[in-house]
Nanobody, 124 residues
Framework: QVQLVESGGGLVQAGGSLRLSCAAS????????MGWFRQAPGKEREFVAA????????YYADSVKGRFTISRDNAKNSVYLQMNSLKPEDTAVFYC?????????????????WGQGTQVTVSS
């Protein structure tokens, strides 16, 4: 098993940047593909980005492509989400997730482990 803890959320103005971190403990993170999801108030949880076990493969939701970058450092058992050019519609709780599936899964049911989430609020 793996335990996930997100950090780095906060309040930022539109156009600003934030970097989310996800620290994994337990089984080494390189065993898992990793993903970021988000859930805005009153909305379903949605896929944001995913990265393969090696870090060589990444995949993004169209809504964040070109603005967000997912990366990982397996030596530090960590995954990151660099978010630039933030918009008010990016406001949500962001969740880190881990899966034993290969590739870059995009469905939340494909992930076995979840963090507790970190709030990101973008003001206009």
């Amino acid at each position: 098993q793996v335990q996930l803890v997100e950090s780095g959320g906060g309040l930022v103005q539109a156009g600003g940047s934030l970097r989310l971190s996800c620290a994994a403990s337990g089984r080494t993170s390189s065993t898992y593909a990793m993903g970021w999801f988000r859930q805005a108030p009153g909305k379903e949880r949605e896929f944001v980005a995913a990265i393969s076990r090696s870090g060589l493969g990444t995949y993004y939701a169209d809504s964040v492509k070109g603005r967000f970058t997912i990366s990982r450092d397996n030596a530090k058992n960590s995954v990151y989400l660099q978010m630039n050019s933030l918009k008010p519609e990016d406001t949500a709780v962001f969740y880190c997730a881990a899966t034993l599936r290969v590739g870059t899964p995009v469905r939340d049911y494909e992930y076995q482990y979840w963090g507790q989430g970190t709030q990101v609020t973008v003001s206009s």
